[in-house]
């Protein structure tokens, strides 16, 4: 049961990683299939994944199957390096061409980045990049620790959306199921809204930093130290 889905990640390593982490979701890995790379029919060889010069093969591999789903992990692993991802005409030229592919196969393509280090502005704005990713994609969510409670659930905060009504965010964790990891689903929490989520990150970033510094100042008070070692003859 269930639908096919087409990966295409290399942040981990499949046998040792994305595998046992599919298999411990219950994943029906008959229905799984992982990209490792493209061939250059010219010369042979396989070659990286390129999202811009390579989008009519992963459209063709797409078109073999009735796949479900693309998860690219992350995103900007698949661009070629000397395109700016923070310029917002270079990141439509792609992100456009990905969402007429997912138009025209009907398949779900879901995109993973990353947050930057700067967080400051909008929680939309966080992720790595231009700004275009927020304005291209038909939804945007961001996955969080619940920055409210000591003992945290994660939270999923819608932060853009345009072909529905912003729903409120939910909590969630994974629960081992003895079997199998599972995703149980909390409630909806509206009084979550991203701005008060962001808010309360950015307070206990700061809080972080601050504690940092006073032990960085402590530590500096004992002035230096060195490494004693035993000569040791047998």
Not at 118 to 147: C, E, F, H, I, T
Request: glycine letters at 8%; one cysteine or more; proline letters at 5%.
């Amino acid at each position: 049961g269930g639908g096919k889905v087409l990966i295409l990640a290399h942040e981990e390593p499949v046998d040792e990683v994305i595998v046992p982490r599919l298999l411990d979701m219950g994943a029906n890995m008959q229905n799984v299939n992982l990209i490792q790379g493209v061939l250059n029919t010219e010369t042979g060889d396989e070659e990286w994944v390129d999202l811009f010069t390579d989008m009519a093969a992963i459209e063709a591999e797409l078109e073999k199957d009735d796949y479900a789903l693309l998860i690219i992990d992350p995103i900007n692993n698949y661009l070629d390096p000397s395109l700016d991802t923070y310029r917002d005409s270079s990141m439509r030229a792609v992100l456009s061409r990905l969402a007429d592919l997912a138009d025209s196969t009907g398949t779900c393509v879901i995109g993973i980045r990353h947050f930057k280090k700067d967080q400051s502005g909008d929680m939309l704005n966080w992720g790595v990049g231009s700004v275009a990713y927020g304005a291209v994609a038909r939804v945007v969510l961001a996955v969080v620790k619940d920055p409210f409670r000591q003992k945290a659930d994660s939270l999923m905060i819608p932060t853009a959306i345009n072909v529905a009504v912003e729903p409120p965010t939910v909590e969630f964790s994974l629960v081992d199921n003895m079997n199998h990891v599972g995703v149980m689903w909390g409630n909806p929490r509206p009084d979550y809204t991203k701005e008060r989520i962001a808010a309360q990150l950015k307070a206990n970033a700061k809080k972080v930093k601050e504690m940092a510094e006073v032990d960085t100042e402590r530590m500096g008070s004992y002035g230096g130290a060195e490494v004693i070692k035993d000569d040791f003859n047998p």
